[in-house]
């Protein structure tokens, strides 16, 4: 009996250690990518991203960012970032 949960403990940390490398871009490290493309834009102040707007399609995150300019104004932003590289693709602001 010690030994299968011997075993059955080993495979399960060979799993879990194993389970980082599959993934590329964390959806953390792809948020905080977008924060800083958008942030870098001329007239920004500051950027949140809108968590219940984030989506993951075919190898790629979209993230809707509320922006505040400079002169107060509200507006909206997407970013979209690769998963294979973890690279800004696209950042368009949307009125």
């Not at 509320?66 to 693709?89: E, F, L, N, P």
């Amino acid at each position: 009996m010690i030994r299968k949960s011997l075993v059955l403990s080993s495979l399960i940390l060979a799993v879990a250690a194993a389970a980082p490398a599959d993934a590329k871009t964390s959806i953390a490290s792809a948020k905080k990518a977008c924060i800083a493309a958008v942030k870098a834009e001329e007239n920004v102040k500051s950027a949140k991203v809108s968590d219940n707007e984030t989506r993951a399609l075919a190898g790629t995150y979209v993230f809707t960012l509320r922006v505040k300019t400079k002169d107060g104004a509200s507006a909206k932003a997407t970013c979209t970032i690769s998963d294979a590289d973890g690279k800004v693709s696209a950042v368009e602001f949307v009125e």
